[in-house]
C-alpha cells in the first residue's frame, strides 16, 4: 500500500486523471494491524491528505466497507461513483476453499474431516495443534447445480459454469485416464462478488499469489497440499477467478509462466451485462472462454501493455529469483552488479539490507564515478523504508554506508533516525562519537562516548575513545575505566533489543582527526 501510494503521487503529472482524487483504503480483519497503520509514521501524510483511508473488513463475509475517516461505508446499497481497483496481496492463499474431482466425466465434491495425528491433544485450543493436521477426505458425487442454493445463489450461474466447464476439459481431455482435481478458490470469488457490488459491477483485480492458471497443472487424482506456516494457506485457483470474471462479461490477464514461486494475474469487470440465460454457457465452454478474453482485453490496450511490460517480460518473481541468485549464488558479487540490481528495484531497501555488507566492503576501493552512482540512489533507499519490525535496522547501515565514505555529516543524520525509530544503542552512540570526532567536535563526541558507556559499561572502545577525547580536551576523567585493566563489573543496560549491532562493527584502520587508529568500523 505504501509504495503503490508513493508511485501514484509520483506518475501525477504524466497520468490522465486526478491521482489526488484516489482513496486508498488499507482493510484488514484484525484490529492489531489496523492499529499499527493508524500510528505508522510514514503513512500520516497520505492519511492527512485524505489519499488514504482504513477499514475493518472481513473478505469472504463481509458486504460492506466502513471508512475510518472519511465516515461513509461503501455498499451495494451505497455504491461507489467510480470503478473500485482491488489489489490482494497474499491474500487468496488464505481464505476458504472447495475441492472438487473429475474423473471419467463425474463431477465430485471433497469433504474433509480435521484431525490430529496425535492420539490425544491435551489442549484442544491451542493453536500450535495446527502442525499436526492429520486430514481425511472422501470424494462424492454432485449434481450440476451445486451452487444454486445457499449464500451463493445469486452467483449460483457463474459458479455452475465453471464446474461445467472443468467436467467437460478433463472429461474430454484425459486420454491418460488418471481425472483431475480442482481446488475452487470460493473465498475468493464471494469477496469479489461482495466487492463489486459496491461499485455498480465496475471492478479492476490485481493479485499476487502461489497458484496455477494452467489447468493442466490440475491433472491427476490427489488430496489438496495445505501449507502450514503459523496459519495455513493453499495454491489458488487463478483459472477459476479468471473464468468467474469471464462468465460475468469481464476479462482475464494471466502470466503463462509456469516456474513461478509468485504468479501474478488481473482481472476486469466492465459493468457490461454478463453471459446471460439467452446465451447459455455454450459460447464459454472449451476454447470459448480464451477466445472471450482476447476479445474483450482489446478494448483495454494500455492495460494488455502495461501487465505485459510489468508482469509477464519481467515481473515480481522475476526479480526475486535475480537477486536470490546474485546473494546466494554469487560468493562474491561486484559493487556494479548490485548497484545495477538496487536500480531496478527502484533502490528496495530490503535488496540494500541484504546487500549491505557487499557494499561497506567494496565502496571505499570503488570508483568514484560508481561511488556517486550510491550516494544519489542511497537517500531513495530511506525514501522507500517501511519499518515493519525492528529486526532490520536499515538506517544504522545507511549510517555505516555514509561513514564508510567519510560523510560523516550524513552519517550522523541517519545513526540519529535510527536511535528514534530503532531504539537507542551502545554501538550507535559509539559511531556518533566517531562522527563528531572526525568533524573536529570533540565535546559532543565526548558526550556521544559516554552515552555509550551509560547503555554497555563493558564496552572498551566507547571507554578508550572517550579517555582519549576528554585527555585533548584537558577533562580527563581519572575514574575512568581504563581498556587494560580488566572487567569493571556491571552488565550492558542497552534499551533496545537489537544487542546483535556488536557484530556488524568491523575494526578497520583509517584517518580520524590527522592521526590513523584503530577505531570501530562504520
Known sequence: SFFMLKALNEMAETVRFPVSKIVYVMTDFTESNFNFWMTHPVLAPYVESGQLDFAIFDAVNDTSIDLHFAKKTISKEDPTGNPICVVANYL???????????????????????????????????????????????????????????????????????????????????????????????????????????????????????????????????????????????????????AYFTSRGGFALHNPQEEASLKVSCFVLPGVNNIGDEEG??????????????????????????????????????????????????????????????????????????????????????????????????????????????????????????????????????????SETIGEHHVTFHNMGLCFYSLHMPQDAAEHFQKSINLNANYAKAQSWLQKVQKELGTENPTTKDPSEGDAGGSPTASSTNNDKDLKVEEITEQVGGITVTSDGP
Open 92 to 242: 487468496f492463499d488464505t481464505l476458504c476453499h472447495d475441492i472438487f474431482q473429475v474423473k471419467d466425466g463425474d463431477l465430485k465434491e471433497g469433504l474433509i474431516s480435521v484431525g490430529s495425528s496425535r492420539k490425544e491433544e491435551p489442549d484442544p485450543l491451542d493453536p500450535e495443534i495446527i502442525k499436526n493436521f492429520n486430514n481425511l477426505y472422501k470424494y462424492e458425487s454432485i449434481e450440476p447445480n451445486y451452487y444454486s442454493k445457499g449464500e451463493d445463489e445469486d452467483d449460483g450461474i457463474h459458479l455452475e459454469r465453471i464446474l461445467a466447464w472443468y467436467k467437460d476439459y478433463f472429461g474430454s481431455n484425459d486420454p491418460s485416464g488418471i481425472g483431475a482435481s480442482v481446488l475452487f478458490p470460493i473465498g475468493a470469488l464471494r469477496a469479489l462478488k461482495h466487492l463489486s457490488a459496491m461499485s455498480k459491477g465496475r471492478a479492476f483485480v490485481i493479485s499476487g499469489d502461489k497458484g496455477n492458471n494452467n489447468v493442466d497443472q490440475f491433472r491427476g487424482l490427489m488430496d489438496p497440499h495445505i501449507a502450514v506456516h503459523g496459519s495455513f494457506s493453499l495454491m489458488v485457483n487463478y483459472h477459476a477467478i479468471g
Open 281 to 418: 454457457t455454450a459460447p464459454f465452454m472449451g476454447e470459448g472462454m480464451e477466445r472471450l478474453d482476447n476479445e474483450r482485453s482489446r478494448m483495454f490496450p494500455r492495460l494488455r501493455q502495461a501487465f505485459n511490460d510489468y508482469a509477464e517480460s519481467f515481473g515480481p518473481n522475476d526479480f526475486f529469483i535475480m537477486q536470490k541468485s546474485v546473494k546466494e549464488d554469487a560468493p562474491n558479487p561486484t559493487l556494479k552488479s548490485v548497484v545495477a540490481l538496487l536500480k531496478l528495484g527502484d533502490w528496495d531497501p530490503d535488496v540494500f539490507y541484504k546487500f549491505r555488507d557487499t557494499i561497506l566492503n567494496q565502496v571505499g576501493t570503488a570508483s568514484s564515478k560508481l561511488r556517486n552512482d550510491l550516494c544519489r540512489g542511497i537517500p531513495r533507499i530511506w525514501e522507500n523504508y517501511y519499518q515493519l519490525d525492528k529486526e532490520k535496522d536499515v538506517a544504522f547501515e545507511i549510517g555505516r554506508f555514509f561513514y564508510g565514505i567519510r560523510d560523516f555529516a550524513k552519517a550522523l543524520r541517519y545513526y540519529t533516525i535510527s
